[in-house]
């Protein structure tokens, strides 16, 4: 994702705030904003009543993701519901089975979790990082660089998506086709009539 493609992407990222995160976020923030996305963290910069998304193009959950509270699931639930790039790493995958975002999906967990991810109708993912539509896991910190890569491409696509449907947005609208050859002229008779 290079800063062009990434005009205005927005990323919330869900931490704990405590000396253990610290170097997590430093990583995650540099990585991200180095592919030309501003980052906010939740809770301790942005709330999650704010972290809403129709402000981001994507959440990122990490290994020290605050416990499954009533914000933090609902916020990770809203965006599942509004298909927007999600991003769990390690324990932050405990969220995302709190939110109910697991059941059908594939993913890829810690083994701490892996028999919460079956009980609840997931199924684990036979690779460290694995992206089950605009959902992507990763089994642990060790693959950080690897999923944080993997996660801003996510973040471009989803970009690109926006900027494409904005772009159509702009042109003709749907409900004035160009003329076709069934369109020029008055019907000769009754039986002429195209719809």
Do not use: Y
């Not at 991810?117 to 089994?139: Q, Y």
């Amino acid at each position: 994702m290079t800063p062009a493609a990434a005009g205005g992407t927005r990323v919330a990222v869900v931490a704990a705030a405590d000396a253990q995160s610290e170097q997590q976020l430093t990583d995650v923030r540099s990585r991200l904003q180095a592919a030309g996305a501003s980052v906010a963290l939740v809770p301790s910069e942005v709330s999650f009543e704010n972290a809403h998304p129709s402000g981001f193009t994507g959440l990122v959950l990490l290994d020290t993701a605050p416990d499954a509270g009533v914000k933090a699931v609902q916020a990770v639930r809203e965006f599942m519901v509004a298909d927007k790039p999600v991003a769990a790493i390690g324990k932050g995958v405990s969220l995302l089975i709190a939110a109910d975002a697991v059941p059908g999906r594939s993913v890829a967990a810690p083994s701490e979790l892996e028999d919460d991810v079956k009980d609840v109708g997931g199924s684990l993912a036979g690779a460290p990082i694995h992206a089950d539509e605009n959902l992507i896991t990763a089994r642990s910190m060790k693959d950080l660089h690897l999923f944080l890569d993997r996660v801003a491409r996510a973040f471009a696509a989803q970009a690109e998506e926006r900027l494409i449907d904005q772009v159509s947005e702009q042109s003709f609208p749907a409900s004035d086709p160009p003329p076709g050859p069934g369109t020029v002229g008055p019907p000769r008779n009754d039986t002429d009539v195209r719809f």
